[in-house]
Each structure stands twice: as C-alpha cells, then as structure tokens.
C-alpha cells in the first residue's frame, strides 16, 4: 500500500492504518530504535509508541513522507528512553561515541547570544549533505542519523570498516570547515 493511501487510513481513523504501517515500515522503524536502544523489549515499546503518537498526529498533520515522519518519531521516543537509561549504561556505547566523533564539527551549546537556532544549524547540514558525493552522504547519514556501528556500515556498502572511518572524518573535517565559513563559532 502507498503511503497516501496510508495517511488517508490515519485521516479516516481506520484502524488499518496502524497494521498497514506496521507492514510497510515496522522493520525500518526497529532498526532505528534497536541502534539506539540495543535491547528488543524497549525497541518494541518504542515503535509502538510512535505507531500511536503517529495516529494522535494525523490528522491535524499530514506528512510528505510517512518514512521520514515515522523515523522520526521512533529517533526522538528511543533517545528520550535512552536519556532515561544513561545511568545503566545501556546502548552499546554507538550513541556516546558517534556524538563524540561530531563534537569537533558542532557547537558545544546554543546560548541566547548566539544568533544560531537548532533550524538554523538543520538547514545549514541539510545544505553540507547536498553538497557532498550520495555515497558519503549515505555513510554520513546512517552512522549520526541513524547510529550504525562502522562495522555495519561498512559490511552494507561493501567497503572496509577503514574505509568508512576514513570517509566520515573527511566529512566531519568538511563540515567543520563549512560551519565555519557560515559563521557558526566552533
């Protein structure tokens, strides 16, 4: 089923819409939680969850693109668990890292008397992943989108974990480079 089709479901309050979209993109919806959360009880929570706060958006909100709008409110409910979980030291450690490995490209914080917003800085990534080859944007976006371990990365796009870490802090570098030059105090 197309995601129109499903979003019309969602519009009509047919219950069909929560197994439609359980079968089109529950897989998709767990890898985003299980690479952040690594536990499969909590990953289920939070894909169901986001099936149902899905079904409290729409409607007023009718999204473009059902993926995007579904991953990312699988992203924003498994971090908030994760926040909930930092003392246990749960994750496998890809969420501390990836951050980390970004920490140099980034600002540390937003202060009132930066004229900086998190929009801002979006639009500002959005414009730097445009610019760069598909394949690295790919790797980009799967290891600080999505927090795939290298490793996976790596075996997915058919390339050496070496490879990868090679590629992502040519980027990281890049990036820093082109906050910069946008004005973005690092």
């Known amino acids: 089923m197309d995601d129109k089709t499903i979003i019309d479901l969602y519009w009509k309050r047919s219950e069909a819409a929560i197994s439609e979209t359980a079968s089109k993109y529950g897989r998709y919806c767990r890898s985003i939680a299980y690479n952040i959360l690594h536990n499969n009880e909590d990953c289920e929570e939070c894909v169901n969850d986001a099936y149902l706060k899905a079904w409290n958006a729409m409607p007023p909100n009718r999204p473009n693109r059902l993926s995007v709008f579904l991953g990312k409110i699988v992203r924003?409910?498994?971090f908030d668990r994760y926040n909930g979980y930092t003392a246990q030291k749960r994750g496998g450690g890809e969420i501390p890292l990836a951050l980390e490995e970004l920490e140099e490209c980034i600002p540390a914080s937003f202060d009132t008397e930066q004229?900086?917003?998190?929009?801002?800085?979006?639009?500002?990534?959005?414009r730097f992943l445009a610019g760069v080859k598909p394949e690295a944007r790919i790797l980009f976006v799967r290891r600080y989108w999505y927090l795939d371990p290298v490793k996976e990365i790596a075996a997915s796009a058919g390339v050496s974990e070496s490879k990868?870490?090679?590629?992502?802090?040519?980027?990281?570098?890049?990036?820093?480079?082109?906050?910069?030059e946008e004005g973005v105090r690092i």
Do not use: P
């Open 76 to 78: 924003n409910l498994s």
């Open 115 to 126: 004229a900086m917003d998190a929009l801002a800085l979006a639009d500002m990534l959005n």
């Open 164 to 180: 990868v870490k090679t590629t992502l802090l040519r980027l990281r570098r890049k990036l820093k480079q082109f906050l910069e």
